[in-house]
């Protein structure tokens, strides 16, 4: 069976922090694909990041930050200096090899204050 | 291009009405996946679609819940009786590439309101 946990449920910093999502998974398939979603106050879900289970390589993408770690099952997300509209929900997600289902953490609310 | 376009946005009904939700995929998309979202249960895959063909309902929570999609545009999710539990905000997401690689394209969503 396929699991992830965001264990943060909630996340409060001041705008300008640095500040971690942590994702940790779990998943027998050796091949297998992660992802983050951003779910804004407006409730729509916003791709943000694939990675696949061989490419452990870091990605950064402007203030945005993944680090992929098979060896702890974890794929945390950094934002950088945050913004106020960073404030949403954000969700972990995993697709098994052998399957075509995405499963999703519970999500990590942030909330980025002045 | 047009997203994942879902109707309504919002409803409300009374329970034992009927309800239809709608979804309209990306065009070229041949996977279609309707999830719920409630405080309590977080996102959860009710069912998905490739080439039409619904390959796994196992998330449908019970008879009273139905999904078809009659072409390659055009998907509804069913309801019948509705229940205040079923209240939540149900959405539909496409896939185009390779079926466990690609990401999900997610329409707006559609809360629903059981009284």
């Known amino acids: 069976a396929q699991k992830v946990t965001q264990a943060q449920t909630e996340i409060s910093v001041v705008e300008k922090e640095d500040v971690t999502l942590d994702c940790v998974y779990e998943t027998r398939d050796t091949t297998y694909y992660l992802f983050w979603y951003k779910q804004p106050p407006s409730g729509e879900l916003v791709f943000l990041i694939r990675r696949n289970s061989f490419d452990e390589q870091n990605e950064i993408s402007g203030r945005y930050s993944w680090n992929f770690q098979k060896s702890t099952s974890s794929f945390n997300f950094t934002i950088t200096a945050s913004q106020v509209v960073d404030s949403a929900v954000y969700f972990c997600a995993l697709n098994p090899g052998t399957a075509s289902k995405l499963t999703f953490g519970t999500g990590t609310r942030l909330q980025v204050t002045l | ?115």
């Open chain 2, 1 to 115: 291009d047009a997203g994942v376009i879902q109707s309504p946005r919002h409803e409300v009904t009374e329970m034992g009405q009927e309800v239809t939700l709608r979804c309209k995929p990306i065009s070229g998309h041949d996977y279609l996946f309707w999830y719920r979202q409630t405080m309590m249960r977080g996102l959860e895959l009710l069912i998905y679609f490739n080439n039409n063909v619904p390959i796994d309902d196992s998330g449908m929570p019970e008879d009273r819940f139905s999904a078809k999609m009659p072409n390659a545009s055009f998907s509804t999710l069913k309801i019948q009786p509705s229940e205040p539990r079923d209240s939540a905000v149900y959405f539909c997401a496409s896939r185009g590439l390779a079926w466990n690689t690609g990401e999900l394209f997610f329409g707006e969503g559609s809360r629903l309101t059981v009284l």
